[in-house]
């Protein structure tokens, strides 16, 4: 018998069911490169699991400097995470952490 939380509203219905799916936290990285990648492991076997990614930006923009703040583009495949700089002038992914999970 599966162990878990079982939620339900007024009705009977099913509202969260941790046996279900939940997010989960895997990690985060900060890079140092503007562009790059890294190998996440959990994601190359996500059975039913789907990988995420959020950006968290870091320091404020200088009046003047805002396209180095532009967010990188992320692209998940397989285990690897990559990212690409997008700036116009020169704007890259040192200027956020790269947060990831799964569902």
Do not use: K
């Not at 996440?40 to 009046?63: K, M, S, V």
């Not at 992320?74 to 990831?100: F, K, M, N």
């Amino acid at each position: 018998m599966p162990e878990g939380i079982q939620v339900f509203d007024e009705s009977g219905n099913i509202v969260l069911d941790t046996n279900d799916r939940l997010t989960r936290y895997l990690g985060f990285h900060q890079p140092t490169t503007p562009n790059g990648a890294i190998d996440i492991p959990q994601f190359g076997d996500p059975g039913n699991r789907r990988p995420w990614y959020t950006l968290l930006r870091i320091g404020a923009p200088e009046i003047g400097n805002l396209a180095l703040y532009e967010n990188p583009t992320i692209i998940i495949q397989g285990s690897t995470l990559t990212w690409y700089s997008r700036g116009t002038a020169g704007g890259d992914a040192r200027h956020c952490l790269i947060i990831w999970g799964d569902f």
